[in-house]
């Protein structure tokens, strides 16, 4: 008789195991910027911040040369998916200490108080994408996306060097979430999405962010009530999945 006739334990096994590497990874990035923030944001000029400012640069050389080896594991291991997360997770972790590095030795303090935003996001969402249906994970994903961005241009709206920069990376947001819809609708997210999923919760995710990142392109007020207005929205639809987990 099989041990594992359906394959469901070994499925949420899997799943747990690749939500503990994810949730690791991520710890690890918050405490880099931790070190960050107290080193280089908040540190002496002379003697902490000029030192990890030429550090940032190794650093990220670092981080590229992980992100190669992560993505080459990747690769060489593809079909053993425990394996595979691991080149996943280092693939992650190059891509962060990487291309942080390098926002943060060019922007300083706005760019670690994003990462600092963005890092947890991505931890709950790795476990939204581990135990939750998959119509969920991608309605979460977008809605948690356009909170950061809601979050971006409420911060650099009135910004002379970044507000320009900001608005159009939110316009390309904007058609992003459209090819989100698109991709959806024509079954082309097999990879992600199965067969009979339901498609409402995506639709309404993307258009309820699309409508809030297209209004905030004209007021900071306005973000800040949107932020406000998705969150509600995400903690429905976070309750309602978590029920029907059950």
Known sequence: ???????????????????????????????????????????????????????????????????VLGVVLSVLWKADRRKRLVGWCLTGLGLFFGGGSLLIRMYQEPAVLLLSVVVPVVMVLTVIWAFYDRECSVAMTALSGTLIVLWVCRRLFNSLTMGVPVKVLSVVYVLLLVGLCYLAKNKKLGNLLPEKADLTPIYAATGLSAVAVALSLFSAAVAYYAMWALGIVVFTLAVYYTVKQL
């Open 1 to 67: 008789m099989a041990k594992n006739p359906n394959g469901k334990p070994m499925k949420r096994d899997n799943s747990l195991y690749g939500a503990t590497m994810f949730f690791l990874a991520a710890c690890l990035a918050e405490a880099y910027l931790l070190v960050l923030r107290r080193y280089y944001i908040h540190g002496d000029v002379v003697t902490e911040a000029l030192p990890w400012h030429n550090r940032l640069t190794v650093f990220a050389g670092l981080g590229a040369a992980v992100l």
